[in-house]
């Protein structure tokens, strides 16, 4: 390609940039020569350049929620022992990942002891909510309540209205932590948001019988369960760890190699 070529291939590049195409002008030699190649006709360049940018577009949106969604790294759920727990209702976990909750505006809560799948659980729904285009986010209760906490009156506003209007809330490890009856009010204040509007999905190693020695003193805790459990599906998940089997696993095998 002579330097006046490359020089127009530039300067048409960054037109095209400036009208907000982005995925053409990063390939447009490539283009260029595709369609001479193949002798594309208007009507063929132009179904082209909308297909090409429609790809990358879809393609960073997904990146984009991926990244503010908060899922981070998870386990496949084609990786999850089905037989490890004592108990589990896997049809109901099944049914979620359909994503038909979302509809419904149905909270799913996910209720045992520690290490036995339940956050790998949420993330695969909260990931497959994702690929179906949702605005997804998935925080950690104390995480989540920190955020609130430390808020102006009008950050926090802002903030409520955020977690009150994505597609999908997941909340992990409810319990986990004691908290002051302010944080109660403030994951009341969460939930009646999303009451009846928009689904949560809530993980906790407490009965929710315990949960007023989470949140030691507050006055909202029969009101925000009665929000919470409404309309919700709740599973128990029951029996040992299954981070401490994968331990004792580990150090069984390098036992076997010395």
């Given amino acids: ?15 095209l940039r400036q009208i907000g195409l982005c995925a053409v002008p990063a390939q447009l030699d490539d283009f260029i020569a595709h369609a001479t190649k ?21 393609r960073r949106s997904l990146q984009r929620r991926l990244r ?5 790294t998870f386990k496949p759920i084609a990786d999850f022992d089905w037989s490890w727990p004592t108990k589990i209702e896997r049809d109901i976990v099944e049914r979620a990942l359909t994503l038909d909750f979302l509809s419904e505006a149905r909270n799913l809560v996910l209720a045992g002891p520690n290490g036995l799948g339940k956050t790998m659980i949420a993330k695969n729904i909260c990931h497959a909510a994702v690929l179906a285009g949702h605005s997804v986010l998935f925080r950690s209760a104390p995480v989540l309540l920190e955020d609130l906490h430390r808020q102006s009156p ?13 597609d999908l809330l997941c909340i992990d490890e409810v319990g986990y932590l004691s ?32 949960w007023n020695e989470v949140f030691p003193n507050a006055t909202c805790i029969i009101t925000l369960l009665d929000r919470l459990l409404h309309h919700a599906d709740v599973t ?21 190699k010395k």
Avoid at 1 to 11: L, V
Avoid at 154 to 166: F, I, M, Q, S
């Fill in 1 to 15: 390609m002579t330097t006046a070529m490359t020089m127009t291939s530039n300067n048409l590049s960054t037109q």
């Fill in 38 to 58: 193949g002798r594309w006709s208007a009507h063929q360049i132009l179904e082209q350049v909308v297909k090409t940018e429609a790809s990358e577009r879809s």
């Fill in 68 to 72: 503010m969604s908060g899922i981070k």
């Fill in 154 to 166: 009008e950050g926090r506003r802002r903030k409520l209205r955020t977690y009150a209007n994505v």
């Fill in 179 to 210: 908290f002051d009856d302010k944080a109660a009010d403030l994951l009341y204040e969460v939930v009646n948001r999303r009451y009846e509007r928009k689904p949560v999905i809530l993980t906790t190693n407490r009965p929710f019988k315990e």
């Fill in 236 to 256: 128990a998940v029951e029996g040992n760890s299954y981070r401490v089997r994968e331990s004792e696993l580990e150090t069984a095998a390098r036992r076997r």
